[in-house]
């Protein structure tokens, strides 16, 4: 038997046997001619060996060797089907019963139908108590697993031929001792263990199989017996139907045909002991398990809903998505494949058509636990997740409104999902370039508002009331205020936007903490965040509080004031125009304090990249420029003080352009009260030392002074003009030259009749010394302050007679230097100012210097290349001849018609404004 495993060579060593035990009574040794089998039965007589021969095959039952068992066992079933009712085989009834049940867990197929019938006939001879007995091991088996222990020797078989593959030297690996070498041959001992629970594992499936071939051998027999176990066979008996294996899986199917009848009629009873079956082996440390668990739960849900186990879903369902991360393939999908299931037919019955109570109920347990799924990191589960809430809510419509608390966070937090890791990777290299990272990070922003994420949480904002509104705002905010990716914070920023929009009134009593909020986002880092707050308070200051409103605008006014940083004012300038934009008339209700910043950010420098931004907003809510400084003078005036009297040095000069900017608009209309205040900021502001931007108060300081109507009686300006005079002698040249500007600007308005200290100051720039000639200085620098020297001088010139007498002949010594200059800048400059000189120069005094103040601008009327220079020299020339003319002298023959001579060539020329001059000087000559 070692060595045969034909089936048939085994079924005629079984018939052998069987004569064997009973002899030459036995019925085949009759005479077939005379004697029936009948009457041959009743002389049937038990061998002396009967014993014998059972003591052996039920000891070979529980052999070693597959072919000995599997000749034993048929051996044994047709000695029961021909001897079964003998008192022998009654005596060793409950050893036959073990054999069988023992080799119920055998790999072979046959061996296990074999086992089977043969326990379908020891139930049949068995009395009632056996019957039960027979019933509960087989219960046990199938259910537990319970088996045999095997004795392992060299020549046990532990796998079937094939199953490991050949072994290195040739071969097949089936018995321990050829495990054993395997395991050597490879230097790894561990996988003799391995590949022994591997065996383990395989037998104990092999044991459920074969109790399943016993049960449909008996299931015929046992009728409405069976109902009684049905609380506990069911759940099994479901599962094991989805078993990965398919030999098992036609075996439970096969006993599930036979004993049930209706499907629908014998699960719906038993779906809550089923649940929990699967439930409980839904993380079972075997992989076919796992797998059977999803697929069974799968098909327990299809049609039939789960209000019954609605309490235990959520775990069940955590649980599901937990194996979707398996780390076995088949089971991972599986899982998806269960959870497909069972979230479609949650969204069934979470649709509003479906019933207001069982929607409520189903979504308030559910809700939770998929929305824990959302922040998984496994793509699967996320993508799964996201899908079925973004589902339910659709399908729930407004009964959806009760677990918006949880569901928009949720939703909010899942946008960063939608994109990729190296996103956030290129962002960070874009650090060093602001602006192209700026526009990144705006992208990123609105890509994540695109996604369904933000759109379902968006559609969900008509549902909301008072009370779920401030509890998702502060949630929102809390995000904001915390450690989270960009996307997941620009889309809580433009969600509390469309809050403002869709729902003011139930966003009102949280918008002034909302406010401060977002206040302090606008010091974020990141440029398109800032951005998106700023667009955020301009859409909730239409909700917010006037004293909010007011709160928000001094909070931006302490920033800018206070602050250095240009990204904080770029924030600010951002927030105002954001108010500007989606709520103007906010604005203009609190326009002196916005509009008073806005006045001071737009005299910022030259360079500065909001300026626009802040012009765009006093265009669009002021009254002009006039008209909103007359406005709102007292606000405006205040902050460019507390601006002139920062620490900032860059501020300082801001609020000087700022007040500078308010004279040079209002002019003479300034309240003098207000101008003398201006006055005296920027006097002390004068003081101390030369620093960038000084240029601004002193640019100021004249501006002041040119709008200030001052009583000669009572002041000669000297204290004003000693001050600039001061500021002249400074040594950084840049700021020289605008002090030089300034003092030629001053002396003018004040009508200052101590010329010598303007000539005083100068004459050293206009006629350098010797030893500066000497010393290598910057041409530039130089040429520069010559130019604003000699312009300085040309508007300082006073009206009255004796200060023009006594210093008439040291100007125009001055005047002849510089137009001796072969530089045409410095020629332009010293024509302007000699027809500034001759506006205000009585000639009555000086009829004798008439050819000298017309030497030089005739000469550049002829040669000069520049038409500026030419047309300023003929506007000399003009002025000149109409003061002579005034007081009856003319010119002598000679000059008037060179002179003539000389304008009749530069009516040739291209320029419309020198012919038109020539035309005019023409006419004065000639009349």
Known sequence: ????????????????????????????????????????????????????????????????????????????????????????????????????????????????????????????????????????????????????????????????????GPMPTGGQVTTYKELCSLASDLNQPDLVYKFMNLANNTMLWNSKKGAAFGFAFLTPKLGKELEKIYPVLIPKLYRYRFDPTPRVQNAMSAIWSSVVNDDTKTVDPYQKQIFEDISKHLTSNQWRVRESSCYASAELFRGRGFDAVLEKMPEFFRNILKVMDDVKESVRKSAEFAAKSIVKVLIQTTNVDAGKNSAQETAKFMFPVVLEGLQSSVKEVHALCLDTTISMVRSLGHLVA???????????????????????????????????????????????????????????????????????????????????PLPVKGCSAHLISSLAQLRPNELQPVAGKALAVLCKGLSDRNLALRSTYAGTIGQLVRVAKDSSIEKLLNMLQTWYLETNEESIRSACMQTIQAVSRYNPDVLRNHAGTALSLVFLGMHGKSDDPTIKGWEKVWEEIAPGTEGGIRFYLDEIVKISKMALNAASYPLRAQGAKCQGKIAKTMGQKLDEKVSMDLLNGLKTSMGGKVWTGKEEVVTAFADVIECIRFDESVSDGSELMDLILREIKRGNKDYK????????????????????????????????????????????????????????????????????????????KLIEFSMSNVHWKIQLATVKSLQRILETLDLTLFTENTDALLKFPIYYLGHAMQTSLKLDSMKAIETIVQKMNSINLTLDEFKSSSIKKLVEEQSRTESADLRLKCDSLLRLLRS
Not at 405 to 419: G, K, M, R, T
Not at 445 to 462: F, G, K, P, V
Not at 470 to 484: A, H, Q, R
């Open 737 to 812: 030259s605008c002090a030089l500007s300034a003092c030629g600007r001053i002396a003018a308005s004040l009508k200052f009749k101590k010329f010598s200290l303007i000539i005083d100051a100068t004459e050293p720039i206009i006629i350098p010394p010797k030893e500066e000639e000497d010393e290598e200085i910057d041409q530039k620098e130089l040429l520069d302050l010559q130019i604003v020297a000699i312009e300085a001088l040309g508007k300082a010139w006073p009206e009255d007679r004796n200060v023009q007498v006594e210093f008439f002949e040291k100007l125009m």
């Open 402 to 484: 009760p677990h918006l608390p949880i569901i928009i966070p949720a939703l909010i937090n899942s946008v960063e999902a939608a994109h990729h890791q190296q996103l956030n990777y290129m962002s960070v290299r874009l650090g060093d370039q602001a602006a192209t990272q700026e526009m990144f990070d705006s992208a990123r922003i609105s890509a994540a508002r695109m996604t369904t994420s933000y759109e379902t949480a968006q559609h969900t904002l008509q549902f909301l009331d008072a009370e779920k509104t401030e509890v998702i705002v502060v949630s929102l905010l809390s995000t904001i205020k915390t450690n989270n």
């Open 1 to 164: 038997m070692r060595e045969v495993k034909d089936v048939d060579l085994h079924f005629s060593i079984g018939e052998s046997l069987v004569c064997c035990c009973f002899g030459a009574t036995y019925r085949e040794s009759r005479d077939l001619w005379s004697i029936k089998e009948d009457d041959s039965v009743k002389g049937e007589t038990e061998s002396e060996d009967f014993e014998f021969i059972l003591e052996e095959l039920i000891k070979g039952a529980g052999s070693q060797h597959p072919s000995v068992r599997q000749a034993c066992t048929i051996s044994l079933l047709a000695i029961l089907r021909k001897c079964g009712n003998s008192k022998t085989i009654v005596n060793y009834i409950d050893r036959i019963q073990t054999a069988f049940a023992v080799c119920l867990a055998e790999g072979n197929d046959f061996v296990q139908d074999v086992s089977s019938k043969g326990l379908g006939l020891i139930y049949d001879f068995s009395p009632e108590e056996k019957r039960q007995e027979l019933v509960d091991d087989l219960m046990s088996v199938f259910i537990s697993g319970s088996r045999r222990r095997i004795q392992v020797s060299n020549e046990t078989k532990i796998f079937e031929e094939g199953t490991l």
